[in-house]
Nanobody
Framework: QVQLSESGGGLVQTGNSLRLSCVAS????????MAWFRQAPGKEREFVAA????????YDTDSMKGRFTISRDNAKNTLYLQMNSLKPEDTAVYYC???????????????????WGQGTQVTVSS
């Protein structure tokens, strides 16, 4: 049984930082692409960042480029998201996800991910 468990969310002020973690179990972690998505109140879930199996390739979005960094530690079965210079518009529930196959066609698409964590709330106050 695959389980993904996020932690590290919280309430911070604009400009501060947070590091999210996601511990995975149930499948060989290093085989699968991992990603972060987020969902703000009243909005659809959106892609944040993804990382290839061995961490050699990362994918991000323009709005978060330079502020958010995705990384993974395959020895610890853990995915990270370092978030710097946080803004109120970053307020959302953040989810980690594990790809359905070892080589997803489109790492930014939700359909490529079979397993999801329960989410961790990030709130950025102005």
């Amino acid at each position: 049984q695959v389980q993904l468990s996020e932690s590290g969310g919280g309430l911070v002020q604009t400009g501060n930082s947070l590091r999210l973690s996601c511990v995975a179990s149930g499948r060989t972690f290093s085989i699968y692409t991992m990603a972060w998505f987020r969902q703000a109140p009243g909005k659809e879930r959106e892609f944040v960042a993804a990382i290839s199996r061995w961490g050699g390739t990362t994918y991000d979005t323009d709005s978060m480029k330079g502020r958010f960094t995705i990384s993974r530690d395959n020895a610890k079965n853990t995915l990270y998201l370092q978030m710097n210079s946080l803004k109120p518009e970053d307020t959302a529930v953040y989810y980690c996800a594990q790809s359905r196959s070892s080589l997803p066609d489109n790492v930014r698409a939700m359909r490529e991910y079979a397993y999801w964590g329960q989410g961790t709330q990030v709130t950025v106050s102005s």
